[in-house]
């Protein structure tokens, strides 16, 4: 079982940017689809972005396309979320998933979750 570990949250300003990261703490991901979801309070979990094995694809919800941007290092065994331009609404625990299999929208299903990451974006 992959063991994920999310960091790079934090309080920023709307408008201001940044970088969220998730290493395998224990095992590979090397071999699997990755992607980020988020849960506000009170709200479901939704999918961010997913990413391909070799990071040649990449897969956002619209309402972060164009200002999110997913990658993947499969040597150093992580995987990034640059987040730009954002606003209130993108506030959130920030999830970092291992897919099943090779899907980078994750429709496989999750086979391992990170622990989360709170970014905070204020107005």
């Known amino acids: 079982q992959v063991q994920l570990v999310e960091s790079g949250g934090g309080l920023v300003q709307a408008g201001g940017s940044l970088r969220l990261s998730c290493v395998a703490a224990?095992?590979?991901?090397?071999?699997?689809?990755m992607g980020w979801f988020r849960q506000a309070p009170g709200k479901e979990r939704e999918f961010v972005a997913g990413?391909?094995?070799?990071?040649?694809?990449?897969y956002y919800v619209n309402s972060v396309k164009g200002r999110f941007t997913i990658s993947r290092d499969n040597a150093k065994n992580m995987v990034y979320l640059q987040m730009n331009s954002l606003k209130p609404e993108d506030t959130a625990v920030y999830y970092c998933?291992?897919?099943?299999?090779?899907?980078?929208?994750?429709?496989?299903?999750?086979?391992?979750w990170g622990q989360g990451t709170q970014v905070t974006v204020s107005s």
């Open positions: 224990r095992g590979t991901f090397s071999t699997y689809a």
């Open positions: 998933a291992r897919a099943r299999g090779f899907e980078a929208t994750m429709s496989g299903g999750i086979g391992s």
């Open positions: 990413i391909t094995v070799t990071g040649d694809s990449t």
